[in-house]
Nanobody, 119 residues
């Protein structure tokens, strides 16, 4: 089992920045790929960014590419999401997720943290 706890959400004006952090515990963190997802009101949960187990490979959705940066620290068992130039459409609950590096399914989820961007 892997436990994930997100932090860093809040209310910010459009154009501002927030940094989300996810702390993992329970298993060897470097054996897991990590990701951030989000669920906007009335919409399905979608992937925002992923980072592989070593930190050497990342993916960003088109909606956030160039504005968000995912990073991880395997020594501290954390994965962060730096969000810049925030837009009202970034408003959502953001979830941290983990999957064993040999699998394709996201197995573990955090409880989520609310990000609200005002116009």
């Amino acid at each position: 089992q892997v436990q994930l706890v997100e932090s860093g959400g809040g209310l910010v004006q459009a154009g501002g920045s927030l940094r989300l952090s996810c702390a993992a515990s329970g298993r060897t963190f470097s054996n897991y790929d990590m990701a951030w997802f989000r669920r906007a009101p009335g919409k399905e949960r979608v992937v925002v960014a992923t980072i592989n187990w070593s930190g050497g490979g990342t993916y960003y959705s088109e909606a956030v590419k160039g504005r968000f940066t995912i990073s991880r620290d395997n020594a501290k068992n954390t994965v962060d999401l730096q969000m810049n130039s925030l837009k009202p459409e970034d408003t959502a609950v953001y979830y941290c997720a983990a999957r064993p590096k040999v699998l394709t399914t996201w197995e573990y989820w955090g409880q989520g943290t609310q990000v609200t961007v005002s116009s």
